[in-house]
């Protein structure tokens, strides 16, 4: 049995709503509206989906050699949802980049 129309336009409205509100947020990490920490640490419906290297190229001064890098130091998959990162290795990860780039807007 298939899904109905009306529930697969439903799912494709979540989808856009939750891409758009991820869209947002990586457009205030850029411009330094919210702490990285922040939003590592949350636990939000929107951010369950997100890239763990998605989330931290938004931040200035991260680029894909630094997140490489951490990811690989860590032994984290960059391509690793957030919902699948426990919290004790999003504190790691967080942990890593305050010591090897301290500069950075955590």
């Given at each position: 049995m298939s899904p109905s129309r009306e529930h697969l336009l439903e799912n494709l409205k979540t989808a856009n709503v939750v891409r758009s509100r991820?869209?947002?947020?990586?457009?205030?990490i850029a411009a330094g509206g919210i702490p990285i920490s922040e939003v590592l640490l949350a636990d939000k419906v929107h951010l369950r989906t997100m890239k763990v290297a998605d989330l931290l190229l938004a931040v200035p001064g991260l680029g894909t050699v630094k997140v490489g890098r951490?990811?690989?130091?860590?032994?984290?998959?960059?391509?690793l949802t957030l919902e699948k990162l426990p919290h004790r290795r999003r504190e790691e990860l967080l942990a890593w980049l305050r010591q090897h780039y301290g500069t950075v807007e955590l």
């Open positions: 991820r869209a947002r947020l990586k457009e205030h951490a990811c690989r130091a860590l032994r984290i998959n960059p391509s």
